[in-house]
Nanobody, 121 residues
Framework: QVQLVESGGGLVQARGSLRLSCRARQTPHTIFSSDVMAWYRQAPGKQRELVASIVNSDSTTYSDAVKGRFTISRDNVRDTVSLEMKDLKPEDTGVYYC????????????WGQGTQVTVSS
């Protein structure tokens, strides 16, 4: 059974920092650096939205809301993806989900269980 195991969420004051990590385990297909790893978040009452994604080790995208404050990175040896979050704002509050997409003969998509991030004002 595929597992995306997240860690690092918690409660932090505004302008603080947090680091999220996610490790992929037991995927049926070997994870290639060309597979997309990403972080999404879902705030209460809102739809899940893409926060950041990374392909290979240096091709990244960020939502406008987090650009300049968050940094996504990956370790292709350990099959992990991390999200360094700085200058956090109350509107960053939500459940953060790790995501992996692999395209082989078919498209495979996996999600973590989510980790709560709460930013107090």
């Amino acid at each position: 059974q595929v597992q995306l195991v997240e860690s690092g969420g918690g409660l932090v004051q505004a302008r603080g920092s947090l680091r999220l990590s996610c490790r992929a385990r037991q995927t049926p297909h070997t994870i290639f650096s060309s597979d997309v790893m990403a972080w999404y978040r879902q705030a209460p009452g809102k739809q899940r939205e893409l926060v950041a994604s990374i392909v290979n080790s240096d091709s990244t995208t960020y939502s406008d809301a987090v650009k300049g404050r968050f940094t996504i990175s990956r370790d292709n040896v350990r099959d992990t993806v991390s999200l360094e979050m700085k200058d956090l704002k109350p509107e960053d509050t939500g459940v953060y989900y790790c995501n992996l997409v692999q395209v082989r003969a078919s498209r495979y998509e996996y999600w973590g269980q989510g980790t709560q991030v709460t930013v107090s004002s």
